[in-house]
């Protein structure tokens, strides 16, 4: 975490889970970062990463990805995973961030 | 003295019923089995954790080899000393289930996860990325502009990681 404020980069972390839920993760988890709730999946979809019916109760959720972004706004970094269990390592997304 | 000796042969042999309760319990078999149960159970407390057995679990797999060389040992004593060691019924079945759990972990582990929606869509590098506006956990209004353009601490912004995630609903 002070790895990716060093470099200037935030962490934002996107879910349809809604913003009590993940207020809890956060307190339970020690995360310290910005949290953001897509319960309408808006987000995810313009990201075109929508999982239908994939939640526990049939809802639609997000794939994992995660996206490196410049302070242009312009994309400079994708890790779309195949597997679920497999993302994104810490240090991959600070090696792709120290290019900034 | 003449009675004895047909007595004596009378005896029942000490290998018969009565030796196969005294039988040796065969230990590995049951080590064998529960070794092979904790490799099946520690993926996710423990080893999905760290990337480093996540990805690959050869943790996992190596916990298994050794539950069933344990339950190979087992199986080889009950089998080749039946009237020494027990284990000719147990044997089979723990190791059953052993195998068993291995094949589901295979399954879980390398076919499960794949069923993701190939995102062929999702905004490619060198692309502007689509702004938005969402609740952060405090509810309020966030939006990818905002977070561009608001310095983090001391430090400039040079960035943003976006990391989507299925939440826990």
């Known amino acids: ?100 | 003295m003449t009675d004895s000796t047909p007595a004596h042969t009378n005896v029942p042999d000490p290998a018969g019923p009565q030796a196969a309760t005294r039988r040796r319990p065969n230990a590995p078999l049951w080590i064998g089995f529960l070794i092979s149960i904790f490799a099946f159970l520690s993926y996710i407390p423990i080893f999905a954790k760290y990337p480093s057995t996540r990805d690959m679990p050869w943790a996992n797999f190596l916990i298994f080899a050794v539950g069933l060389l344990f339950l190979f040992l087992g199986l080889r004593r009950a089998y080749a000393q039946p009237t020494e060691y027990r284990g000719k019924i147990a044997g089979p079945i723990l190791t059953a289930i052993s195998v068993a759990a291995l094949v589901f972990f295979c399954f879980t582990i390398f076919s499960l996860g794949k069923h993701l929606p190939a995102a062929t869509n999702a905004p490619k590098v060198g692309q502007k990325a689509p702004d938005f506006a969402l609740a952060d956990s405090t509810g309020r209004k966030v939006s990818l502009a905002s977070l561009l353009s608001t310095p983090d601490a001391s430090h400039p912004t040079k960035g943003v990681v976006l990391i989507f995630y299925r939440g826990y609903w």
């Open chain 1, 1 to 100: 975490m002070q790895d990716f404020e060093k470099l200037g980069v935030k962490p934002v972390a996107i879910s349809v889970d809604s913003p009590s839920e993940s207020q809890d993760l956060s307190r339970k988890a020690g995360y310290t970062y910005t949290f953001l709730s897509d319960p309408n999946t808006d987000a995810i979809r313009a990201y075109d990463l929508l999982h239908k019916g994939a939640g526990v109760s049939g809802h639609d959720i997000a794939r994992p990805a995660e996206f490196l972004i410049d302070s242009t706004g312009t994309i400079r970094w994708i890790n779309l995973t195949g597997d679920l269990r497999i993302r994104a390592r810490p240090e991959q997304i600070l090696k792709a961030a120290g290019t900034l």
